[in-house]
């Protein structure tokens, strides 16, 4: 019989590798070193953090998983941007040679399965795109997206998804549109490269040795771009662009140098390739979905940091935290909220009041549950936080009740505890009551800082 302490006992050397080495990056001693030496720990910080998180998290587990949906969705998924293309008269033309340049890490195994990929799209186009073939096809490349934006939720430690709606209306316009752009992007620099008076200026050197090397990185470039896009875009909640951009480069680099080993891997391979026959294709393909799903996922994770900085230590640890801290969150955020609301501003997220209040996103998301439970907050697409009622009706009592009553959510509700405990916290809330009873969210609003008040 498996015993999960297994795994556990496997894990406490890495924590305690872990432990010891966070004390050592994040010792206070730093901040009295030189800029130059900071700045290249606040880096190892960076390459440390996206390690630990590959080696003691899910993200493993997530990239086997996307291995699979992508196995049952891929050919839907390429029947549909091909039927996209298709009115363009550059399906074919465009679209195989960037399957194939996708799968050049395979080898000659790479063109077999670009070659049986492009006969079973070309099979579902002729007898599938209409009627109930046409949904289906539509289901399996939405439920393919909805699993890629899952996990990304799950590197930005964002726990609500698109809304049914945007996710069929924004998910279809990647899938029709963005093969389309980038097909465009790649014909235009073809025709540029075929001018005559650019292949003029390509005799001149340095400009034609140049023009050789980007040549040789535009690929890098596409798939970097299209990493970057995809960290901008899927995850629901608001990513910088230059957080999408590191991430993009992280995972172009990272695939651009997995894809040369993997390549030497299965050069190196025909043994084995001999063993399995035909199967061999298959195989060698499922590793090198694995090895790009699990890219994607690290790329996402630099976006995330860079971003979020302030959780680079901590990662996905469970935090632990008081009762005094957590209603100090649960007021502050209520309170955040309340002045966005009464300026008409921009609505914040949960990451954003972390962002303001200084504390890790994670520790606001059962807060937040518990004060939209008790009908004090609403959230909207992207985590957007706004008062499920008019502020100057939220009094600090009723969110002070929302993060420490009992909740239908806790699966331990209460004891029988002694008289002397129940008379205790009876006295304890009475005297709170006068403090808290008037006073809304509005109220604390307007209330002078207690410095400014001593001031005047």
Known sequence: MYNSGHRHDRLLPLNDLSQKIESLLWTPRIYSLHPLLRWTIRVVRFFYAILRDVLTTTLTLRAMGLVYITIMSIVPLLALAFSALKGFGIHRSRVEPALLNLLEPMGDKGKELTAQLIGFVDNVQGGLL??????????????????????????????????????????????????????????????????????????????????????????????????????????????????????GLTGGVLWATSGKFFAAFVATSTRNVDIYASFAVIIIALMWLYISWLVLLIGAQASFYFQHPEYKRVGYRNLRVGNELIEQMAVSMMMLVAENFRQSAQR??????????????????????????????????????????????????????????????????????????NSIFARINSAAQPVLQNCSLYDLLDTAPANEAAAR
């Open 348 to 421: 914040l997220s949960t990451n954003g009041v972390a962002e303001k209040i200084g504390v890790p996103g994670m520790l606001l998301s059962d807060i937040r549950d518990r004060l939209c439970k008790a009908g004090l907050l609403e959230t909207g697409s992207e985590d957007r936080l706004m008062p499920a009622r008019d502020p100057s009706r939220i009094m600090l009592s009723d969110v002070l009740a929302a993060v420490r009553g009992g909740h239908d959510t806790d699966v331990y509700q209460g004891g029988n505890w002694p008289e002397q405990v």
């Open 130 to 247: 209409a009627g109930a073939g046409l949904v289906l096809l539509i289901y399996t490349t939405v439920s393919m997206i909805k699993k890629v934006e899952d996990s990304l939720n799950h590197v930005w430690r964002v726990d609500s998804s698109r809304s049914f709606l945007q996710r069929f209306g924004e998910y279809l316009s990647v899938v029709l549109v963005g093969p389309l752009l980038m097909v465009t992007a790649v014909g235009l620099i073809a025709t540029a490269s075929s001018n005559v008076l650019v292949e003029r200026v390509l005799t001149i050197q340095p400009f034609g040795a140049t023009a050789v090397l980007l040549g040789k990185l535009m690929p890098y470039f596409l798939v970097s771009l299209g990493f970057s896009l995809a960290y901008w875009f899927i995850p629901n909640t608001r990513v910088k662009f230059s957080a999408a951009l590191v991430g």
